[in-house]
């Protein structure tokens, strides 16, 4: 019952990152579509270790996770600032 | 302890989804953040517990510990950082009565 | 928070110093710890030298802008820790308030929004305070910030209801008045309202 309550769990992530995809590429400004990848990346370390927990093996996907959202994170504020600096917002 | 978990799991992914129907509803950049900034994180920080009482006390569940202190401050900050570039670049915060006029 | 208001003395430079240092090497090696999760002593002496080495790296860059005429260090450990305590569970009870009343204005039919952007200024003498106040600003009803330049806070409001949670009219909000009790603010340039 758990494992079909966490399988369905992962399909609405998947849900949710392809609806997030129709925000990232008719986005009206650069900033949507950036907000866009950084709720793909946070739904993917949901997904991770949400895959982690169907696999009995939390403790290999959650080091993977991490990673993820250190990295994200850093990538996303990088491109925020970069954005900021341009000045273009209709890209 | 199941049920707990399957509780809050239910409650994050409740809350995904009013933040996925609130980028997709609402009607410009700035009010899209809120709904990026709240519910997502609030969603996210759900979920983590829900592992987290699933899991049980170990060391992995100290790193779900670490990743939840991480997003609380992470999350707020993005969505800040995205909105103060927007602000610079001049987009203009939509309002009621433009919406109208 | 007393020593930062007074005269710098190189003596305290120096303790302040010695005291960042000890407490980002210990830091990063409890990290180290929980990471790996082995404790043969291998393992420990690799992740204590790891440790030592990424402060002398990082040490530049904890230094911050002057504040009042001098630079000073990214300081964790002079936090009021029993005070922050006691608001994390306010403001994680404020993040649900939040997220309920967000959920019903998203699946509300009509779509009930009217933003609105509402300025104020609050001082807070330290850095860890203006962030914990930014970020809670935009995890708290209907309020996110938009922009943080020294003293100055830009918030935009989803409603224009929201706006009396950060500025009311004379004086200031509940969470700025929270979070300013709790970082401690200098008494000089507090906007009280009572």
Redesign the interface.
């Known amino acids: 019952m ?1 494992y079909v ?1 966490l399988a369905l ?1 992962v399909g ?2 998947i849900l ?1 990152v392809i ?2 995809f ?2 990232v590429i008719p986005g ?2 650069v ?2 579509r ?3 990848i ?2 793909i990346g ?2 993917a ?2 997904f991770l ?2 895959l982690g ?1 169907m696999d009995e093996r ?2 290999m996907y ?2 993977m ?2 990673a993820y ?2 990295i994200g ?1 850093i990538t ?2 990088v491109l ?2 970069y ?2 600096r341009k ?3 209709d890209r | 302890m199941t049920y707990l978990a399957v509780f809050f799991l239910v409650a994050g992914f409740f809350f995904i989804l009013v933040g996925t129907v609130g980028v997709l509803r609402l009607p410009d950049f700035f009010t899209r953040m809120h709904a990026v900034g709240k519910c997502d994180t609030l969603g996210m920080l759900l979920c983590l517990i829900g592992l987290m009482i699933y899991e049980g006390a170990s060391l992995v569940s100290l790193k779900l510990l670490y990743i939840w202190v991480f997003l609380l401050m992470a999350n707020p900050t993005a969505t800040h950082v995205f909105c103060r570039a927007a602000l610079k670049c001049g987009l203009k915060p939509w309002t009621r009565m433009e919406g109208q006029g | 928070m007393a020593a930062k208001t007074t005269a710098p003395s190189t003596h305290s430079r120096k303790r302040a110093e010695i005291v960042h240092f000890v407490f980002l090497t210990s830091a990063l090696f409890v990290f180290w710890f929980i990471l790996s999760g082995k404790t043969e002593a291998r393992y420990l002496i690799i992740g204590f030298v790891t440790a030592l080495a990424i402060t002398v790296a990082a040490r530049p860059l904890l230094i911050l802008p002057p504040d009042q005429g001098r630079p000073y260090w990214l300081s964790l450990w002079d936090l009021p820790w029993p005070r922050v305590a006691l608001y994390i569970p306010w403001l994680i009870w404020q993040i649900i308030v939040a997220n309920i009343q967000m959920a019903m204005i998203i699946l509300h039919p009509k779509l009930p929004v009217d933003p609105k952007v509402v300025q104020f200024r609050k001082h807070i003498s330290h850095p860890v305070g203006r962030l914990a106040l930014a970020n809670s600003i935009t995890l708290t009803p209907g309020t996110i910030t938009l922009d943080l330049e020294e003293d100055g806070y830009t918030i935009h409001c989803l409603q224009g209801g929201f706006a009396g949670g950060v500025v009311a009219e004379d004086g200031e909000g509940v969470m700025p008045a929270k979070v300013g009790a709790v970082f401690g603010v200098e008494p000089v340039s507090t906007t009280r309202q009572d």
Do not use: C, H
């Open positions: 758990y309550f769990a609405l992530v949710s609806v997030f129709g925000r009206p400004s900033f949507d950036l907000t866009g950084l709720v946070t739904n370390i949901i270790l949400l927990a939390l403790g959650v080091d996770s991490m959202a250190a994170f996303l504020l925020g600032k954005f900021e000045g273009d917002v």
